[in-house]
């Protein structure tokens, strides 16, 4: 769930610019010895960080992404943007 509010939260400040490029690119954060592995992805020439959930397969490409546990058949995770028709306002 606060990997879906997250992504909102993204949409929401990114919404006005150019989308993000979902295409995914392993990498990893190390905290006191103990490695994250994260999902990389870019938004006009910045990086994004995602640290993931434990997941057997990541696939995405410039406009989706998509997370499938392992051993669970009927779970999945799927990211996708949408161009806005007009800026998102924000409240105060």
Known sequence: MRFILALLVLALILGARAGVDFTPIAGERV???IVFKQILFHHDGHGISYEQPRVSTVTGNTSAL???????SQARVMMEQSRLTAPARTTS
């Open 31 to 33: 905290l006191e010895g």
């Open 66 to 72: 998509t997370l499938t546990p392992p051993d669970v």
